[in-house]
Nanobody, 127 residues
């Protein structure tokens, strides 16, 4: 199993940036597929970006390409989400998720295939 703890959320103005982090416990954390999901009030959870265990492959929701970047540092057992040019519609609770290979899709999914989740970190973008 792996335990996940997100951090880095906060309040930012339109056009600002935030970097979310997700610290994974366990020596095998680097073997896990990982992804970021978000859920806004009254909306279904949606996949934001996914990354393969090595970090060689990344996947993004089309609407977020060019603004969000997912990465991981396996030496530090940490997943990141760099978010730039933030918009009010990016306001949501952001969650990191992990599971073993084969990697389940993140984009276009709610993440039900992922077994391990963090507690979430709130991102609020105001105009």
């Amino acid at each position: 199993q792996v335990q996940l703890v997100e951090s880095g959320g906060g309040s930012v103005q339109v056009g600002g940036s935030l970097r979310l982090s997700c610290a994974a416990s366990g020596s095998t954390a680097r073997s896990y597929c990982m992804g970021w999901f978000r859920q806004a009030p009254g909306k279904e959870r949606e996949g934001v970006a996914g990354i393969s265990p090595s970090g060689a492959y990344t996947y993004y929701a089309d609407s977020l390409k060019g603004r969000f970047t997912i990465s991981r540092d396996n030496a530090k057992n940490t997943l990141y989400l760099q978010m730039n040019s933030l918009k009010p519609e990016d306001t949501a609770m952001y969650y990191c998720a992990a599971d073993l290979t084969p990697c389940s899709p993140v984009v276009g999914r709610t993440g039900v295939e992922y077994r391990f989740w963090g507690q979430g970190t709130q991102v609020t973008v105001s105009s």
